[in-house]
């Protein structure tokens, strides 16, 4: 044993002292044959007999050596380094080609891994929680509508909670999440804090250990117990400098101390899973006692005792939640329509679709890069084929020539990957930058083992894939004739053309498919842009405001009067209004009935509903079709009013007036309808609008406050001064963001933007390289038939017609590419139907735009050899034959 | 080259080299090859040229040490010396040839069946 080893560290050795080693061995054969020289000499042998008897006891001398070699060192190694050096010496000398091929292996390998990360960490990896696989989702209400019906009641909650079997955990937070925001008294000036409330075994049930400190016990948990909080890792580090002395200390929230227990790991980010492109800073138990009377506010998770599948779960609450003690109280009746589906199903579910697009999107890309790298090679294969001949005549195997190919693709795949990789990781680190974007987990995007993995799988199959077409035609031809010096002949080259003109066609074939899917995502994104969404998103912004009215309607209502009539006085600003949520950003849901009428039981009465002050509508741009807005006379004592918009004007009066209708559901009381918005699109860009209603800020209690003005300039111009007026008038007023409304929409339709762009670079990579295929073919053509194309010109043709000549070559081929593309694309956007929107798949303006695109793009790469032909010199071509 | 030289088994000539070195004390390749040969008469095809092979694989096992020196005749030549692990090993695998070479001749030696008549 401790031989073997021996001997393998002394082949090692003897491989990187080849030389000393080789005259080494020389000298002692040298030596040799003079001793048995001279013995036969001694024997009384003539001198050359005694030198030819020594010889032929010796054997063959390179093959004694030939066999020392093999004995004392690596021959595999040996040839791959053989073949590695002599691989380098053609690369340096064919720079071009080299450089080439790198790149397009960069772009191509580069995009794979980027978005192979981008799939991993989304769709693929586990949630970072504890077993994450037996987390699950409670979606109220079947998971239909705004947060209203999906959320559920502090009570259902806690008896589902405490009746269930399928369960071995269940815990909740609550998702209303303005409720939680908070003031944090810095040393200077009031910081703007965003917070949840999960409840208190929150962090037990996802298996999440603090980084410092404790999580929340259970008396923290109840009335009346001292406030404490966990900070979120990184708000610990920005705000208080990563000090680990935080922990135990009261710091000051909306004037309350509050006790730091502990801060949570670096890799626990509630808002990547649960509220994708939002940070949460601090995290607050659920005093479950203060939010039983609020309605729904829970969303719930729930861990599964082990063995125990979402369906078996899902099977249980159908039964049992119609049996719990309070399941006949009518609020309960969204809690019961429970639908359970595994958290991972619920975080990245709905990506799924797109992501897997994007999958496929890049990985035609790949294939187009080894298409053209086919080409490329077979192009230099024509041009190499006399060397390969030669090497066979000098005895190299077949299997030694493949070795010899394999070990220049694989050595350009690998170059190619290392650089792609580099890509991949800048292209990973912007994404996991893009906070605002609303997709969850993106921040934890990154190139990671796996994804090193997959870079090396990549490399090896494009490595083998493109060198092996060359490699298996190479070697093994008729050797007489590839070494004759003629080069090859005349059908040769015309049979190789024809095989690179197929590879071209397939080539622009997946492009045309990689651009007619880009060019219907696009559309579909340009058709969500142009939605009428009922407000005016342009030169409005919106900026959180404090206020303490200490829960006095009177109060509010002076404070608000007060602050909206400065800021109004700001030049500059046309309008200012406050509403609690804003749409496209936060929503709550609540019911609304028509008073009096019959409803059948399945009928939906859910609303968005939205807390605004007088002003609001105007100053979002929003439409009143009929009746008046809300004025400062809509106070406690007088009557109940609403706003409705004309989704819920259909659903509550269909074929009537609504206006001066009385409605119940929003609070205790009936209240009358004045006034109908337009629709508003609330939750989606690309849903329609659900049904809304709009209730004066002083007839019920806003949770937190917008402030939205609309200005006659940019509104970023303005927001100095119109924080300046919110200090003025409250000091606590924290330096909160001025977000212009364009900025709630962008981020709302973030996604889509996401995988447009992707979709669409990769295409634009796509018809790049597809040029660049048919770019080759072309030249390759034009320069076999320089000959040609002299004798035709000596013969009288024109320059025009040579020039025509060369493009409708060219349109050919990329005519059979597009005819074979557009089937193609045909099926494919049938297979993406679902994620377009207000397109149809056989959409024809973008199929014809996407043909006329391609063959605009192919006559351009035709062009430059055309021009070539056309310039050649009849006289030079004819001398050269 | 005659037909009934016998051709040498993998393995066999490490243990002749082996042999001859603990038999003779230090040789150079040639001594070694004359002296194998001397021994298997003409028996055995053998080219001078493999032992050099045989030699370097049992240096870097460990089992022989090479040295520069001068022959008798004043020549500069290898020397060749068994080492200690050497001999443990030569002894080793001349057992297991004994081994082999005894079973060998028993399995040859079988009679056919019914062998009395």
């Known amino acids: 044993m401790i031989d073997s080893i021996r001997q393998a560290l002394n082949r090692l050795r003897a491989f990187f002292r080849k030389e000393p080693l080789d005259r080494d061995v020389e000298a002692e054969m040298a030596a040799h044959l003079e001793l048995a020289i001279e013995e036969n000499l001694r024997r009384g042998l003539p001198a050359p007999e005694a030198r030819r008897q020594a010889f032929i006891k010796f054997g063959g001398v390179e093959q004694a050596k030939e066999r020392h070699r093999e004995a004392r060192s690596l021959p595999a190694l040996e040839m791959l380094v053989q073949d590695l050096r002599y691989t380098f010496r053609n690369l340096r000398r064919e720079r071009v080609f080299t450089f080439m091929a790198v790149l397009i292996l960069a772009l191509g390998i580069g995009a794979n891994v980027a978005v192979f990360s981008v799939v991993n960490t989304i769709l693929l990896r586990p949630l970072p929680f504890r077993d994450p696989q037996r987390l699950a989702w409670f979606a109220g209400n079947n998971g239909v509508g705004g947060l209203g019906g999906t959320t559920y009641e502090a009570d259902a909650f806690e008896q589902y909670q405490r009746a269930n079997r399928s369960f071995q955990e269940m815990t909740a937070f609550v998702p209303f999440y303005s409720f939680t925001e908070g003031t944090l008294m810095g040393p200077r000036e009031p910081v703007p804090v965003s917070g949840v409330w999960v409840a208190g075994n929150f962090f037990e049930t996802l298996g999440v250990q603090p980084a410092l400190g404790r999580l929340f016990t259970a008396e923290e948990c109840v009335k009346g117990a001292r406030p404490a909080v ?9 705000q208080f400098a990563a000090n680990p002395a935080i ?32 940070k949460m800073d601090i995290l607050s138990p659920i005093i479950m006692d203060r939010i039983r009377t609020a309605g729904h506010t829970l969303s719930v998770i729930g861990r599964l005792e082990p063995g125990v599948t979402v369906a078996q779960a899902q099977a249980e609450a159908k039964i049992l939640f119609p049996h719990l003690p309070g399941a006949s109280h009518p609020d309960w009746g969204s809690d019961i329509k429970t639908t359970i589906v595994g958290l991972k199903e619920h975080v990245s579910g709905m990506l799924r679709r797109s992501l897997i697009a994007l999958w496929c999107a890049v990985g035609l890309i790949l294939l187009i890069v080894c298409v053209n790298l086919s080409n490329l090679q077979l192009a230099r294969g024509a041009a190499r084929s006399k060397e390969f001949a030669l090497r066979s005549a000098l005895g190299a195997g077949r299997g030694r020539l493949i070795c010899q190919l394999l070990t220049e693709s694989l050595l350009l795949s690998g170059a190619g990957a290392a650089l792609g990789l580099g890509l991949a990781f800048a292209i990973t680190r912007f994404l996991a930058h893009q906070g ?11 190139v990671d083992g796996a994804a090193l993995a997959w870079t090396l799988l990549i490399a090896i199959c494009v490595g083998v894939l493109f060198g092996l077409a060359p490699a298996l035609r190479a070697p093994g031809r008729n050797l007489q004739e590839a070494l004759k010096d003629t080069g090859p002949s005349v059908s040769q080259g015309r049979q190789h053309e024809r095989l690179r003109s197929t590879l071209v066609i397939s080539e622009v074939a997946l492009a045309c498919v990689l651009l007619v899917a880009a060019g219907l995502l696009l559309r579909s994104f340009l058709r969500v842009l142009d939605v009428d969404l009922g407000f005016q998103p342009s030169r409005a912004a919106a900026v959180k405001v404090k206020y303490d009215d200490g829960g006095n309607a009177d109060r509010r209502s002076a404070i608000l009067q007060e602050m909206l009539r400065h800021v109004t006085a700001i030049p500059g600003i046309e309008a200012a209004g406050i509403a609690d949520m804003l749409p496209l950003d936060r929503n709550r849901s609540w019911w609304l009935l028509a008073k009096g009428a019959v409803f059948s039981k399945d009928q939906e009465h859910g609303v968005f509903a939205y807390l605004v002050t007088p002003g609001y509508l105007e100053a979002m741009g929003m439409h009143l079709r009929a009746g008046r807005d809300f004025n400062w006379q809509d106070t406690p004592k007088n009557e109940p009013v609403i706003i409705i918009n004309q989704a819920a004007a259909r659903r509550e009066w269909p074929g009537q007036d609504p206006i001066g209708r009385l409605a119940l559901g929003i609070g205790d009381h009936e209240s009358r309808v004045v006034g109908v918005i337009s629709d508003v699109r609330e939750s989606s860009l690309e849903n329609a609008s659900s049904p809304e209603v709009y209730v004066p800020v002083t007839q019920a209690v806003p949770a937190g406050a917008e402030l939205v003005v609309r200005t006659k300039l940019p509104p970023e111009v303005l927001a100095s001064s119109v924080m300046k007026t919110l200090r003025s008038l409250n000091a606590e007023q924290p330096a909160t963001e001025f977000r212009p409304i364009q900025q709630i929409v962008d981020h709302a339709v973030s996604p889509r933007r996401f995988f447009v762009l992707l979709v669409s670079a990769f295409a634009v990579l796509g018809l790049v390289l597809a040029s660049l295929g048919i770019y080759g073919v072309i030249s390759y053509s034009v320069t076999r038939q320089t000959q040609e194309i002299g004798i035709r010109m000596a013969l009288g043709a024109t320059q025009a017609r040579v020039l025509m000549g060369v493009i409708s070559k060219t349109l050919r081929l990329a005519l059979a590419g597009i005819v074979l593309g557009m089937a193609a694309s045909f099926v494919v956007a049938r297979l993406i139907a679902s994620l377009l929107f207000g397109t149809a798949p056989t959409d024809p303006v973008t199929f014809a735009a996407m043909a006329l695109l391609l063959c605009g793009v192919a006559c351009l790469a035709g062009f430059i050899p055309a021009r070539r032909a056309a310039c050649i010199d009849p006289m030079r071509a004819l001398r050269n034959i | 080259m005659p037909k009934d030289k016998l051709d040498l088994l993998q393995g066999t000539l490490d243990l002749m080299v082996l042999r001859t070195l603990e038999a003779l004390g230090p040789l150079h390749g040639y001594g070694i090859a004359r002296r194998i040969e001397q021994v298997c008469g003409d028996e055995v095809l053998l080219n001078q040229g493999t032992i050099y092979a045989s030699l370097v694989r049992l240096q870097q096992r460990g089992w022989i040490a090479a040295e520069w020196g001068a022959s008798d005749n004043k020549r500069r030549a290898k020397f060749y010396s068994i080492t200690k692990r050497g001999r443990k090993q030569l002894k080793e695998d001349a057992a297991y040839w004994a081994r082999l070479s005894a079973v060998m001749g028993r399995v040859l030696a079988l009679e056919p069946k019914g062998g009395g008549r």
């Open chain 1, 230 to 238: 966990l900070l979120s890792y990184p708000f610990w580090q920005r």
């Open chain 1, 247 to 278: 922990v135990g200390q009261a710091i000051t929230l909306n004037h309350e101390a509050v006790t730091v227990v502990g801060v949570l790991p670096p890799r626990f980010d509630f808002g990547a899973v649960f509220a994708p492109g939002e």
């Open chain 1, 436 to 446: 605002s974007m609303a997709l969850p987990l993106l921040g934890s995007v990154e």
